[in-house]
């Protein structure tokens, strides 16, 4: 069984550009929660979906941010107009369906650097 | 507003050596709480985690304790090794699946 799995590992984009982050779950798991982790700082809750659904966007920018987890296919955080002060960590965690504790597991994160 | 703060930031210790990292916490409700170890460039992978109920839990040389009352965890990690060098991170939740509060975590460094 596959861990959470993100890609690209490193992303590197010029200010103005978009940016497409990709997180598959582990097989069987149907949500998906996305953090950032900024240099020096703990991570940092930003969004939280089922299939098809947004449960919970608290934590994610207005603008520019958006996320999405189809029916089919990983779930995409996607940053339009990137900006340097979106250059961070991004990690992607996922949890099955019946987990009482919502016991979360980790993927390596993608490393956005925007110059 | 909910808050998890541990000590020390940084902790360096030779290996063979045991050690106890801090975690306090302002969460409310309390769901549960977890650690995680962070290696450099890695993902969190989790250590333990304890719900209200639960005061105490082992994971081979690590063990959590958890004082709900006071709102305070430790870690403890014995008879360390170069591998446990890492960020350990302490998250608590409050009412359940995603409100998570993180701390910032321990970075700690064993020695040889």
């Known amino acids: 069984n596959a861990g959470v799995m993100q890609n690209p590992r490193h992303l590197v984009r010029r200010r103005g550009q978009e940016a497409r982050l990709r997180c598959s779950p582990m097989?069987?798991?149907?949500?998906v929660y996305w953090y950032r982790q900024l240099p020096e700082e703990g991570l940092k809750f930003m969004v939280y979906l089922q299939k098809e659904n947004i449960i919970d966007e608290s934590g994610m920018p207005k603008e520019r941010f958006s996320a999405e987890f189809p029916k089919e296919g990983p779930s995409i955080l996607r940053i339009q107009q990137v900006v340097r002060g979106d250059s961070a960590a991004y990690f992607c965690a996922s949890s099955p369906v019946d987990s009482l504790s919502y016991e979360q597991y980790f993927g390596p994160g993608t490393r956005l650097t925007v110059t | 507003k909910n808050q998890v703060e541990q000590s020390p930031q940084s902790l360096i210790i030779l290996e063979g050596k045991n050690c106890t990292l801090q975690?306090?916490?302002?969460?409310?409700?309390?769901?549960?709480l977890r650690w995680y170890k962070q290696d450099t460039g890695r993902g969190p992978v989790s250590l333990t985690i304890m719900t209200f109920s639960e005061n105490t839990k082992s994971n081979g040389r690590y063990t959590a304790t958890l004082d709900a009352d006071t709102k305070q965890s430790s870690l403890h990690i014995t008879a360390s090794q170069l591998s446990d060098s890492a960020s350990y991170i302490c998250v608590v939740s409050a009412g359940g699946y995603q409100k998570v509060t993180f701390g910032t975590g321990t970075k700690l460094q064993v020695i040889p």
């Open positions: 097989k069987g798991h149907s949500h």
């Open positions: 975690c306090n916490y302002t969460v409310s409700p309390f769901s549960n």
